[in-house]
């Protein structure tokens, strides 16, 4: 069975210091694996996502996620923080082909908080 | 595009009552989801479809039934809400050619109260 799991429920970072949020997973093939943010009372928003290729991700607002095999990992990471990244982030893992539709399962999540 | 777009955004049920929440999507995705979000939990997926008049079970689906008659809806059902159902739902669709999923469109979710 597939699994996903965020060490850190709650991480707090000063504004401007760099930032690593962890995913570990659980997948019996080939992963494919995102990371989601969600700002308080909204929806979710991919921030990138890996299936081959670089091991390191660039996505959206400045993360980026390095693929480690031998680890199982997917950890995202920031150079800078800044407020506005204050919000719940999920990493998640999921089938990568038609024949395994069952929907990614995702992490319970890892509660940022930006200290000013 | 609207993407996909759940509709409602909010309800309150009372204990033993029913409702449907739609989920629509305009990307022609063959595969469509529902999931609950609860504090603490991450995301859940609840039933999934890989096609028009296919649907199959999550991980938690006892309370919830679907339906997919179009491609385009797929609907999630609460025949005797309870307490427990209190979430928020998210809808997502994904589309799947060439041997890969490309990636996961979600809706922007409905806050459900059972009281």
């Known amino acids: 069975a597939q699994s996903v799991t965020q060490p850190d429920i709650h991480i707090t970072v000063s504004e401007g210091a760099s930032l690593e949020l962890r995913c570990n997973y659980s997948y019996g093939a080939t992963p494919y694996l995102f990371w989601y943010v969600q700002s308080p009372g909204q929806g979710l928003q991919l921030l990138l996502k890996?299936?081959?290729?670089?091991?390191l991700v660039q996505g959206i607002k400045g993360f980026e996620a390095e693929f480690k095999r031998s680890q199982s990992s997917f950890n995202l990471r920031k150079p800078s923080v800044h407020w506005s990244d204050a919000a719940e982030y999920f990493c998640?893992?999921?089938?990568?082909?038609?024949?395994?539709?069952?929907?990614?399962?995702f992490g319970k999540g890892t509660h940022l908080i930006i200290q000013p | 595009n609207a993407g996909v777009t759940q509709t409602p955004k909010f309800r309150v049920l009372k204990t033993g009552q029913s409702m449907t929440l739609l989920c629509a999507q305009d990307?022609?995705?063959?595969?469509m989801y529902w999931y609950r979000q609860d504090p603490g939990m991450g995301l859940r997926l609840i039933h999934y479809?890989?096609?028009?008049?296919?649907?199959a079970k999550g991980e938690v689906p006892d309370g919830y039934n679907v339906s997919r008659l179009k491609k385009q809806n797929f609907l999630l059902g609460l025949e005797s809400a309870a307490p427990s159902q209190t979430s928020v739902y998210f809808c997502?669709?994904?589309?799947?050619?060439?041997?890969?999923?490309?990636?996961?469109?979600f809706g922007s979710g409905t806050r459900l109260t059972v009281v």
């Open positions: 479809s890989v096609g028009e008049g296919t649907t």
């Open positions: 890996y299936f081959s290729g670089d091991t």
């Open positions: 997502a669709s994904s589309y799947s050619g060439s041997g890969h999923v490309r990636g996961y469109t």
């Open positions: 998640a893992v999921g089938p990568a082909t038609g024949g395994g539709a069952d929907g990614p399962t």
């Open positions: 990307m022609n995705h063959e595969y």
